[in-house]
């Protein structure tokens, strides 16, 4: 089974604070995404990337940068991180182009306050 | 990507079949129609999606209009554990699965 791996699932930090949030994933896949999920939003992409050192902006990427130097590791940086960006963060990815179904596979979330 | 609409919130009884619809009206003819379920404090999961045929997997079935402009989820025995948002969502493949996701229905399976 392909399993998505996010290195946190709760984590407390204070507003200005520099946070990584790290993803994994073991299938090979070249698509991995964030996305965040808040009440009465649903969920919204932040950033994806497709390959590694590649990385293109989601529906909402301001205050939010990304990195992925290793195909299966995607990372989201908040380099300053403020209280609205308290929320639930999913990380996802799926098969390139070649096989690929649609079907995305998610992490189980870290969920991040910020006082 | 077309937009779909889904009733906010269902109750079902366990043990029986749970139709779920969802409205694509602006479905375009290459899109899809995928469904999702995220169970409380979980990351969604990838259920069924199809095209134009009806398809049916291991979890579920997906029945989709002729015209495309709806369809409808069926889980064929609901159990305690399939109570969770279920999400239908419509994308063309090639977009790299920049899924949207919408506000779901809340499907409560109840003893």
């Known amino acids: 089974d392909v399993k998505v791996t996010q290195s946190s699932r709760y984590l407390v930090k204070r507003t200005g604070e520099k946070v990584f949030l790290e993803c994994v994933q073991d299938?090979?896949?070249?698509?991995m995404f964030w996305y965040r999920q808040d009440p009465g939003l649903g969920l919204r992409l932040i950033y994806f990337?497709?390959?590694?050192?590649?990385?293109e902006k989601g529906d909402i990427p301001e205050g939010y940068s990304v990195s992925r130097e290793k195909k299966e590791r995607f990372s989201l940086i908040l380099e300053s991180a403020s209280t609205n960006q308290t929320s639930m963060y999913l990380c996802?990815?799926?098969?390139?182009?070649?096989?690929?179904?649609?079907?995305?596979?998610f992490g189980e979330g870290s969920r991040l306050t910020v006082l | 990507d077309a937009k779909t609409t889904q009733p906010t919130s269902m109750d079902c009884a366990e043990g029986r079949a749970a139709n779920l619809p969802c409205n694509h009206s602006t479905i375009s003819g290459n899109e899809y129609v995928y469904w999702y379920r995220q169970i409380h404090s979980q990351g969604p999961q990838y259920i069924i999606h199809g095209l134009k045929n009806n398809e049916t997997n291991e979890m579920a079935s997906l029945i989709i209009t002729e015209d495309r402009k709806s369809s409808t989820l069926i889980l064929p025995h609901a159990t305690l554990r399939d109570t969770a948002v279920y999400y239908c969502i419509v994308s063309v493949k090639a977009a790299g699965n920049k899924l949207t996701f919408g506000g779901g229905t809340r499907v409560l399976v109840k003893p």
């Open positions: 990337s497709y390959d590694v050192k590649m990385k």
């Open positions: 996802a990815s799926s098969l390139g182009t070649s096989g690929n179904t649609g079907e995305l596979f």
């Open positions: 299938m090979d896949h070249e698509n």
